[in-house]
Each structure stands twice: as structure tokens, then as C-alpha cells.
Nanobody, 125 residues
Framework: QVQLVESGGGLVQSGGSLRLSCAASRSIFNSNAMGWYRQAPGKQRELVAAITVSGRTNYADSVKGRFTISRDNAQNTVHLQMNSLKPEDTAEYSC???????????????????WGQGTQVTVSS
């Protein structure tokens, strides 16, 4: 059963923009911190951006000033606006709710953890 549905990945030229979306059920959306992670070939998975239910955000140093994470409460959806994309941004991007992201944001008592199927982002030089 799909818990999180991601969309918006694709192929874009260096300097271009993409917007990723992660749609969740209302119960998951209203109860969990959510975040975007990425993994490139030969590299470890890393947190790109995260947001709590209250709207507190966190970003990887490599994307600060270029990426923006936001919550759309009406659509139970988290977006990642990616601007000024670079070839090094090429990776599989996955949405997470609860668990992994909550711990990264300082919430220590968390049991649930949900992952989307992933969406590929490729930035050409």
C-alpha cells in the first residue's frame, strides 16, 4: 500500500528548476515531520530538506539558498522547490514522513516511519 506519492522529477538543464511534490494521507500529514532525501550513485543517502508540522525547516548546506520546502495544508502535500539546479543535484529523491525525519528534527519519541517510492532528478551540464 502506497503511503506517500511523489511526483515532479525529471531531466532538466543546469541552472533550471523543478518542483517535487509528496502527497500524504491527512492523518500522516497532520501528525509527522516530513522531509526530502536523495541518494546519488556511490554516495550515502542524505537529508536535503525537512519541515515539521509547525513549519520549522532544515536544509543541507549544499542546497541552502536554492531549495525551499513547504507544506500545503489544504492538499496534504509537501513541496520541494529546486532552483539553480546543478549536475551534482542528480540523484533519486525520496519523501519521508515520521521516523527518520522526526529524529533529524529533534523529536525523540517516534514509532511510525513512511517512505515514498522515489523520483529521479537528472541535471545535465
Amino acid at each position: 500500500q502506497v503511503q506517500l506519492v511523489e511526483s515532479g522529477g525529471g531531466l532538466v538543464q543546469s541552472g533550471g528548476s523543478l518542483r517535487l511534490s509528496c502527497a500524504a494521507s491527512r492523518s500522516i500529514f497532520n501528525s509527522n515531520a516530513m522531509g526530502w532525501y536523495r541518494q546519488a550513485p556511490g554516495k550515502q543517502r542524505e537529508l536535503v530538506a525537512a519541515i515539521t508540522v509547525s513549519g520549522r525547516t532544515n536544509y543541507a548546506d549544499s542546497v541552502k539558498g536554492r531549495f525551499t520546502i513547504s507544506r500545503d495544508n489544504a492538499q496534504n502535500t509537501v513541496h520541494l522547490q529546486m532552483n539553480s539546479l546543478k549536475p551534482e543535484d542528480t540523484a533519486e529523491y525520496s519523501c519521508n514522513a515520521g521516523g527518520t525525519t522526526a529524529r533529524a528534527m529533534g523529536f525523540m519519541s517516534v514509532t511510525h516511519n513512511y517512505w515514498g517510492q522515489g523520483t529521479q532528478v537528472t541535471v545535465s551540464s
